[in-house]
């Protein structure tokens, strides 16, 4: 029997939020998830996450046994090369990665919808669907009320805010929290892998994971996200009889639709793009995308023509400004809510399981005697503050991430264009620098601090 028995109430099904509700559940503590979204299918459609090991010890650590190798099995087939190219399809760069033999210290790539559903499973009792949290309320008694769209609420001990960037939780409890956009937008495509797409691709961009330093500003990032099941959902030939057991028996597919597929984004300064970039959906936002690359190779552009009109999405890029600490209380928060940050590597994702991973170990040593529920909260923060906040700075650090980059300026842009395609093409020639380049890439894997 738990020493202080508490129920915990989670804003948000996403990544973050379902990771430390499989943790609590785990470890004995009453929890319940309340989730916007109607049904398990919506949200986000088909595109990739990057897992590194933060993540992967974190979902290991959370979740249960099973549903961990499930995960593991249901990952896209990892990029045997990271390539650098042109929008002319011209190669700067390419690098071969190593095989992943380690598997708790890899980068996998899973499609969003695979791995919502894989959190979701076996959590039909947690999650409460078609909540849309709109305020919350902190009584006297130390208990704290969640409020609904629908008009019911949800009363217990703590309450986690995983409710993403536009975080209504954060907005009442941290009101001073800013988020700013980072200048930025993304289009982000989704094209199904078939025997016309395929075509357009060589064998290296096939297996590889390509970065495009596009003239004029324009960057964008290929990706192949092949998985061990066919277009029916069944297992592949010559996957292990492990994996293909879990995916047989994995009841998540029933509500997944993803198949093999091409993911495409294209990114660039804001001013780029049509000032209702963000109200465009669809075949309308798929011509703004081939507008922008009318200097780009017709392979490429064929695979833009070619995307899934539903699933192409514009992403206004934006991160959250660095806040002082709090005074610690029934409220608290995870990912996105507090440290919204640019996406590029999974850092985003990364964080969020980190976040979930360490709250779970802090509530389990409350619920257990070892320390006060607020105690328990204020290790949490004082430990996910520095970190989350270092990620955000790093994620602003990537190659075009910032509307401020010198890849967008008029004229210093062509320069650092130059220097960035230069900087790739010498470090692969030159075993020595390719060498060292490969290794920093290898030791960033498994780096928390």
Known sequence: MAANPFDVIIIGAGTGGMCLAHGLRRAGVRVAVYER????????????????????RAL????????????????????????????????????????????????????????????????????????????????????????????????????????????????QYLPHARIKDAGSINIATKIPLTDQTRALLTDQLMDGISLIFGAGGLMGVLHVMRFDWDQDGRPRPGIGSTEAELIEQWPGLLYDNTRDYINLIIWSAQHRFPA??????????????????????????????????????????????????????????????????????????????RDAALLCRQLTAAERGGKTLLNAVGDYEAEMLPYGFARVADSLANNGTSGDDPLYKPIIGRFALMAARGYFGVTSRIPSLRRKFLTEIYARRGAES
């Open 37 to 56: 979204y109607r049904t398990r299918r919506d949200g986000l459609h088909g595109y990739r996450l990057g897992i590194g090991p933060t993540g992967i």
């Open 60 to 171: 290991r650590e959370c979740l249960p046994p099973e549903l961990f190798a499930t995960f593991m099995a249901t990952c896209a087939r990892s990029p045997r090369y990271f390539n650098i190219l042109t929008e002319k399809l011209r190669q700067t760069a390419s690098f071969e990665l190593q095989p992943d033999t380690d598997p708790m210290n890899s980068d996998l790539a899973v499609s969003r919808m695979t791995l919502r559903q894989v959190l979701l499973t076996g959590m039909e009792d947690v999650v409460h669907f078609d909540k849309t949290c709109t305020r919350y309320e902190q009584h006297d008694d130390d208990t704290v009320t969640a409020y609904f769209a629908d008009g019911t609420s949800a009363t217990g001990n703590l309450l986690v805010a995983a409710d993403g960037t536009h975080s209504v939780i954060r907005r």
């Open 276 to 353: 209702d970039i963000m109200t465009k959906r669809g075949q309308e936002l798929v011509r703004v995308a081939l507008d922008l690359t009318r200097n780009w190779h017709p392979n490429l552009r064929e695979l833009l023509a070619r995307s899934d009109p539903g699933s192409c999405i514009p992403v206004k890029v934006a991160t959250s400004e660095p806040i002082d600490p709090w005074k610690s209380s029934n409220v608290t928060l995870i990912g996105d809510a507090i440290h919204t940050m640019t996406p590029g590597r999974g850092v985003g994702a990364n964080t969020a399981l």
